[in-house]
């Protein structure tokens, strides 16, 4: 918008110019017009000096047509010099408002390119969250996997717990009934062998090896 009406404001401008220079030519045609009248008028005083009496109501014609176009010629140059002010006076206003809007539209290239810089800058900040939160969800989604896996694999591991400790109390069941059977036979016998007193031994060592074994894991 700026640039269009500093255009429209040389336009303007250049056309008062032209119309400065038409009246300066209005102005040398009248000069000239006038110096052709003063030629006549010398070339009718020269041509009829013999004749003044006869010629007195002409020359005093001629001299006031000359008045009279002198007259015209101030009044038209008084015009032209209130005219050529006028337009002077336009033209150093319509260049102060060029000056203003050129130093307005500096100021706003300025700001314009300081507001992209901005943009810019935020754009890269942006660019960088966008990452930083890509990245953390990547991040969450291997927690999250992770967590899975370890419920997946705590399931498991409970899951062969329960197992074991099944197979813990069935193997001391079974135990405790094989030990009861050989304390009876040890006790027809009459206090059984030492061999079957060792049998216990390694039994009770191997129910206590896999006691603490169960409680670690």
Known sequence: KHEAKIKSLTDYMQNMEQKR???EESQDSLNEEL???RAQEK???VSFKDKEKEHLTRLQDAEEMKKALEQQMESHREA???QLSRLRDEIEEKQKIIDEIRDMNQKLQLEQEKLSADYDKLKIEDQER???LEKLIMLNDKREQAREDLKGLEETVA???QTLHNLRKLFV???TTRVKKSVELDSDD???SAAQKQKISFLENNLEQLTKVHKQV
Do not use: P, S, V, Y
Request: no cysteine; hydrophobic share 30%.
């Open 173 to 175: 069941q079974d135990l």
């Open 159 to 161: 899951r062969e717990l």
């Open 21 to 23: 220079r038409q009246l």
């Open 43 to 45: 070339m009718h005083e």
């Open 80 to 82: 032209h010099q209130k």
């Open 35 to 37: 110096a052709k009248l």
């Open 130 to 132: 966008e990452m930083k």
């Open 190 to 192: 009459g206090g059984g």
